[in-house]
């Protein structure tokens, strides 16, 4: 029998842990005009988000990984991420980080804060061959990882989002409480959807701590 809790955070990672899309900025970096033309392509419809990213990533050589990691150091994260955590441990309350990216990026930006979350749900890399491929253990639909069935592998009473992109809607709309911004918290608005705004993750953990102490 699964461990029930009482709360648990579910967050996007770039654009909401990072201050800014480092996933999607290393890409249009490292292949300029592949990312151009696989964007047109998507806006178009003739191609889904999904499609895009295993198009790009797998147009690199694995022997740029190195590259990759380069890329991630110096990465800013969003004020507040360590105290939040320090925050979510004095409550007992597991952090489960939830990506669309790469799992090679998580580790490189966060560091030794990835001992302190309680799982990492990204995108893996086969670098057997000459170019990369992407292993995705929870593809479904238009989704490489799709966030709102990783949720369904743990127990608890009360879910909480956070996110920041179309990619995190799925996870916001199967939350009881969602904290969003940008393009999520524009969908939410424009939908009459219930969600919280936030800018750093300070805010969050205040709001949470008048939530929870009532």
């Known amino acids: 029998m699964r ?20 996933f999607s900025t290393m890409l249009m970096e490292m292949l300029p005009d592949k990312a ?12 889904t988000l999904a499609q895009g990213v295993r198009m ?12 990759i990691i380069d890329f991630c150091q110096g990465k ?24 669309g990216g790469l799992h090679v990026m998580v580790q490189a930006i966060l560091g030794p804060l990835t001992k302190r979350l309680a799982g990492i749900y990204s995108l893996s890399l086969d670098l057997n061959g000459p170019f990369m491929k992407v292993l995705a253990d929870f593809e479904e639909g238009d989704e490489l990882l799709a966030k709102a069935r990783v949720m369904q592998m743990y127990n608890y009473r009360n879910s909480i989002a956070i996110g920041d992109g179309v990619t995190d809607l799925n996870m916001g709309l199967a939350a009881q409480t969602v904290f969003a911004r940008a393009s999520l918290a524009k969908y939410f608005r424009s939908n009459q959807l219930d969600y919280i705004p936030f800018e750093d993750f300070f805010e969050i953990r205040d709001h949470l701590s008048q939530m929870w102490s009532k």
């Not at 151009?36 to 191609?47: H, P």
């Not at 800013?76 to 990506?99: K, M, N």
């Open 3 to 22: 461990l029930e809790h009482k709360n648990i955070i579910f967050c996007d990672f770039d654009g909401t842990i990072t201050v800014q899309e480092t």
């Open 56 to 67: 790009l990533v797998e147009s690199l050589p694995s022997s740029a990984y190195g590259d």
């Open 36 to 47: 151009r033309q696989v964007l047109e392509q998507i806006y178009a419809g003739k191609s």
């Open 76 to 99: 800013e994260i969003r004020p507040g991420f360590v105290e939040f955590l320090d925050f979510l441990d004095q409550h007992q309350t597991p952090f489960v980080l939830v990506s």
